[in-house]
C-alpha cells in the first residue's frame, strides 16, 4: 500500500493551496483518508479526515472554514483545499489512510509535503 502526497509549496499568506494523496494497493472505500500536520517543535496534529463510506468530515477548529477534503472515489484520492492561508499553517502535511478509532490511529502513512506560508 502506498500514499504519494503531492502539492506542497510556498505561499504567501491569505493565499490557497492544494494538497494530494492517492493511494495505491488497496480500497480504503471502508474507511478514512485524511491529513496530519506537524509544525516545528510541535506535536503532529489531525488536521482533516473524511469516512469514505458516508463523505462525512472532521476538521481541526484552527481550519474550519478555510480547509476542505474533497475526494476522488475513482482515483482513490483525498484532497486538502486549502484557502486563506496564514503563516501559522506552516508546516509539513503528512496523507494518512486507514486504521479506526478516536483519536484516529491511521494504518498507513504517505510522505510529507512541506507547507509554507510566508506573510
Known amino acids: 500500500v502506498q500514499l504519494q502526497a503531492s502539492g506542497g509549496g510556498l505561499v504567501q499568506a491569505g493565499g490557497s493551496l492544494t494538497l494530494s494523496c492517492v493511494a495505491s494497493?488497496?480500497?480504503?472505500?471502508?474507511?478514512?483518508m485524511g491529513w496530519f500536520r506537524q509544525a516545528p517543535d510541535k506535536e503532529r496534529e489531525l488536521v482533516a479526515r473524511?469516512?469514505?463510506?458516508?463523505?462525512?468530515?472532521y476538521y481541526a477548529d484552527s481550519v474550519k472554514g478555510r480547509f476542505t477534503i474533497p475526494r476522488d472515489d475513482a482515483k482513490i484520492a483525498a484532497f486538502l483545499q486549502m484557502n486563506s492561508l496564514k503563516p501559522e499553517d506552516t508546516a509539513v502535511y503528512y496523507c494518512a489512510a486507514g486504521g479506526s478509532g478516536w483519536p484516529w490511529r491511521p494504518g498507513y502513512w504517505g510522505q510529507g509535503t512541506q507547507v509554507t506560508v510566508s506573510s
Open positions: 473524511i469516512t469514505w463510506s458516508d463523505s462525512s468530515t
Open positions: 494497493g488497496r480500497s480504503f472505500r471502508n474507511s478514512y
